[in-house]
């Protein structure tokens, strides 16, 4: 039995935040005046155990709940050498433990009506298991069982090998992602961020059990894991419990520490791959965006979503949409489409844009793209803010009824954020405190005549010209 002793309690009540402090947590009182019908029973609270192994709950009264052991590494823990290792660690979850057959654990999966997912980022991988809340205390040993004893049997790993030279053949065809791989191939050259999920093929039919096994030793540790659960009601006490009897014989102490996460720069370049049979051009910039916990972020994000989402696809005639909305609309227009991204990362972010328009038109279209961000810097509209606002406010409060959504969202906070599981309260409340200026003055710091990194895949011949598109970005103060 886990004794109150052996960990570290975090909890949160109704109301209250907790601030991190040199020597001990300070309780606040928070005056939140969002009002979320699901809030009220969906505060996070959070143990750290022994091993600084740390457990957090985000209750509702779902009947379905979604438990997941988080660890912090990803493909920036490989090497160049061993790049793609983690994708193929994902595969190979859930096919045989040293006590649980690939035909058991399926059976016990089936049985409860659970499914085990494993996704993969560049800093984090998330091991998942959803189903009946009731079953939750049971999920958390599956998916501490898959973590903890996976076997990474050699016939399973030729296999999964294959098939993963076979979706990198198959991905080909998916041009907006190897345009991004492109973007951050250039974006952090030399770097791991650098790196493609999946790894290449020659990484890839290279690897071998040794690889894996030394990956998980040397990053696989207590204070880099997290155990959560979101949905349904859970236990926090039993959670614990089965978190310390699974996991708490995790070691915490680490090897070569100084190589563990390397500041990965930022690089202004381009890259062009040219393909002039395809039909469309496939174009991404990303500028130098900031870190998780930085206060900047959600002013960056708001920036994304004033420019939004739109595709030729969506049909209409361009009324209500912003600038850029309507040049999609737009018969004559060979702006096909024009989507903004915000990626935040542990030490370092990339925000811009992705757009596809014909080969005729692309040159116009970069410079259409450029023009708008420069009038986001210097004359951001206050009504186009306000609908950002509620947009982005709206994607914040829905999150809280998607279970992948809390997932990723608790092991950033608990990752890369404030230590502890941030409220959707606070999250409004900073989202609605931000001014036309603050927006602007952010807007100045990240866009304005900064450099930018970009990629471009298909008939590229006309890709609006870099150095004209810094000054582009420049504009003028009259």
């Known amino acids: 039995m886990l004794t109150r002793a052996s960990r570290k309690v975090v909890r949160r009540a109704p109301g209250t935040l907790f601030i991190r402090g040199a020597s001990k947590d300070v309780v606040k009182n928070a005056d939140t005046h969002l009002k979320v019908a699901a809030t009220g029973k969906s505060l996070p609270i959070m ?85 009946f809340s009731k079953d ?40 907006p992602q190897i345009t991004m791989d ?29 690889d894996i096994m030394s990956f998980i030793k040397g990053n696989y540790k207590a204070p880099r894991m997290i155990v959560t659960s979101v949905g349904g009601k859970v236990d926090l006490d039993k959670l614990a419990e089965a978190a310390e009897k699974n996991l ?59 420019m939004g989402a739109h595709d030729k696809s969506d049909g209409g005639l361009g009324q209500g949409l912003n600038t850029l909305g309507k040049a999609v609309q737009n018969p004559d227009s060979g702006l096909y489409s024009v989507t903004s991204f915000s990626h935040f990362y542990s030490d370092c972010g990339l925000f811009g844009n992705y757009y596809v328009a014909d080969a005729e038109n692309l040159y116009d279209a970069g410079l259409f793209v450029c023009h708008f961000w420069r009038n986001q810097c210097l004359n951001l509209i ?33 990752f890369f954020g404030p230590g502890h599981p941030e409220s959707v309260e606070e999250t409004v409340d900073k989202i609605e405190s931000f001014t036309v200026d603050q927006i602007q003055a952010v807007a100045v710091e990240y866009i304005r005549d900064q450099e930018f990194a970009r990629s471009a895949y298909g008939p590229t011949e006309g890709v609006f010209d870099y150095n004209q598109s810094i000054d582009a970005l420049r504009g003028y103060r009259w």
């Not at 050699?154 to 053949?169: F, G, M, S």
């Not at 049979?277 to 979503?305: K, Q, T």
């Not at 709206?394 to 809280?400: E, H, L, P, Y």
Request: charged fraction near 25%; proline fraction near 2%.
């Open 47 to 131: 143990y750290s155990l022994v091993n600084d192994l740390r457990v957090a709950c985000y209750h509702n009264d779902s009947e379905m709940s979604s438990t997941a052991i988080h660890v912090e590494a990803g493909t920036r823990n490989e090497t160049s050498e061993t790049n793609g290792v983690s994708n193929l660690i994902a595969r190979l979850a859930g096919k045989g433990t040293s006590s649980t057959k690939v035909e058991e654990m399926q059976m016990k999966l089936s049985k409860m009506g659970a499914s085990l997912d494993v996704n993969v980022g560049r800093e984090v991988t998330s091991f998942v298991v959803t189903g």
């Open 382 to 414: 206050e009504s186009n803010l306000m609908r950002a606002k509620r947009s982005l406010k709206g994607k914040v409060i829905d999150d809280i009824y998607s279970l992948p959504a809390l997932q990723g969202k608790l092991a950033q906070d608990l």
């Open 182 to 210: 492109y973007l951050y191939s250039v974006a952090y050259e030399g770097t791991p961020m650098s790196q493609s999920l999946t790894g290449s093929i020659k990484n890839i039919q290279s690897l071998n059990r040794k």
């Open 248 to 306: 708490g014989g995790i070691n915490n102490t680490f090897e070569n520490t100084q190589d563990y996460c390397k500041p990965c720069r930022f690089t202004a370049m381009e890259v062009q791959h040219r393909d002039d049979d395809l039909p469309l051009a496939h174009v991404a910039m990303g500028f130098n965006g900031c870190a998780y916990d930085s206060p900047d972020r959600i002013p960056l994000r708001l920036l994304a979503e004033v």
């Open 136 to 175: 939750s205390i049971e999920h958390a040993n599956i998916v501490s069982e898959v973590v903890n004893s996976s076997i990474f049997d050699e016939n399973a790993i030729t296999k999964e090998r294959d098939a993963i030279v076979t979706e990198i053949d198959r991905n080909m065809e998916n041009f």
